[in-house]
């Protein structure tokens, strides 16, 4: 990893400064809201930190499991969930194993590979600051296809702030699917995650607002108070994906919600 970290602040750069900017103009447009808007909330101030947006990288690699231990977790690696930022990128890959579930019909459905692409995710505080216009992505890992089976599923990740691109495709050395390089970009960490803070003439239009259970709080008090219901037994001790109902400041920690469930 050490030697690939020029790379990797060069990958993360250019996905916080070039990616995301020409996204938050995207999102400008579509909410209504002055050029520039989403762009300031994701600024990055030098030497600033309390200041700056940012994000944080991850690197994951999945060793194929013996068969008993597929059956014990239903074939699942990683179970459904949402992330806790503003945007997920990851790097297509052509091993089969990331699934999203239907808004429509509750069905999971796989994530195709597509070469040189980015898999972008909606995150939750995107659906907080839009009042839900835009919905937090339910995505997990699955054991892949058969013909895929055997094979680990490698991805790599750094600290805050930047991420790098590694060669796609299989390594007969490590016996894996590289990529998934993983960046979630976050807000600047006092940004108010309410609709109230766009004050967007489309939402105000559709009569979106924040709504009445959900209480105030902050990008990065979202996003800390969420981490720390990682693998706690009172959330997750359930049989399948779905996790036992958890609110954050009167906002459900896993936005199934949005399943009508």
Not at 28 to 49: A, H, N, Q, R, Y
Not at 70 to 82: I, P, Q
Not at 100 to 127: F, H, M, P, S, T
Not at 223 to 230: G, H
Request: charged share 25%; glycine share 6%; net charge neutral.
């Amino acid at each position: 990893v050490r030697q690939h970290l020029p790379e990797v602040v060069d990958y993360i750069s250019y996905l916080h400064y070039d990616v995301i900017r020409k996204l938050s103009s995207l999102f400008d447009i579509i909410l209504e809201v002055p050029e520039g808007t989403f762009w300031s909330l994701c600024k990055v101030t030098p030497d600033v930190p309390d200041d700056s947006a940012g994000g944080f990288a991850r690197a994951m690699l999945y060793n194929p499991m013996p068969e008993e231990d597929e059956k014990k977790t239903a074939n699942t690696w990683l179970r459904g969930h949402s992330d806790a930022s503003f945007l997920t990128f990851i790097t297509s890959q052509p091993m089969a194993s990331l699934q999203v579930r239907d808004y429509k019909d509750g069905q999971w459905k796989w994530v195709g590979y597509r070469e040189n692409a980015l898999v972008v995710n909606v995150a939750d505080c995107l659906e907080f600051l839009s009042g839900s216009y835009f919905k937090s992505t339910i995505h997990r890992v699955v054991s892949p296809p058969d013909d895929q089976k055997g094979h680990r599923r490698l991805g790599f990740s750094e600290s805050r702030d930047s991420l790098s691109c590694f060669v796609c495709g299989f390594d007969e050395l490590t016996n894996a699917y590289s990529i998934p390089l993983i960046y979630f970009s976050a807000f600047k960490p006092h940004v108010v995650v309410d609709p109230s803070t766009l004050k967007s003439p489309k939402l105000d239009r559709l009569g979106i607002t924040k709504p009445a259970s959900w209480d105030r709080i902050t990008a990065r008090e979202w996003e800390d108070r969420k981490v720390k219901t990682f693998g706690k037994k009172a959330i997750n001790a359930n049989e399948g994906d779905e996790p036992i109902p958890f609110y954050i400041n009167g906002r459900a920690a896993e936005r199934w919600h949005q399943l009508g469930k």
